[in-house]
């Protein structure tokens, strides 16, 4: 993994466009899947090997998958294979490996969907040990 890439998206957590307050990164290991779909944006919990562990209401409905189709599966392979690149799975396994996954992307979904411009947060609970993926759909005012 190239280590700008990783300091790049570091650099975009201070972005306009974050859409995740901190005291939501410190409450989502605990909350219920009832409180995860309450979120106006989408929430992939994944552990360290990136199977999916939760998914909620706005991912399964931007993504078109519902939660059977996708927990307990390999996000990067199976889930999302569009998201299995440098930029995506790459800064997450290396967020991951060093315990310090925060990042901020702009990506593009892709797979069995239309091409979906979208806000990526990586984020790595350290207390849990939990990883979290956020995804909010683009705007044009954004």
């Known amino acids: 993994m190239h280590p700008n890439l990783i300091q790049a998206a570091r650099k ?6 974050r859409f995740a307050s901190d005291e939501v990164l410190i409450n989502i290991p605990n909350m219920t899947e009832s409180e995860l779909d309450t979120l106006p944006f989408g929430v992939i919990g994944l552990d360290d090997k990136g199977f999916v562990l939760q998914y909620n209401a706005y991912e399964t409905k931007l993504a078109n998958r ?11 392979e199976e889930v999302a294979p569009c998201t ?32 979906t411009h ?12 939990s990883n979290w993926i956020l995804v909010q759909k683009k705007t044009e005012q954004q």
């Open 118 to 129: 979208v806000w990526i947060h990586m984020h790595r609970c350290i207390k849990s040990q």
């Open 84 to 115: 299995n690149s440098p930029i995506f799975s790459g800064i997450f396994f290396e967020g991951v490996k060093q315990n310090n996954l925060k990042a901020f992307v702009s990506y593009f979904f892709d797979f069995k969907m239309t091409p």
């Open 12 to 17: 975009l957590l201070n972005s306009p466009h």
């Open 66 to 76: 519902n939660r059977e189709q996708t927990i307990g599966k390999a996000f990067f």
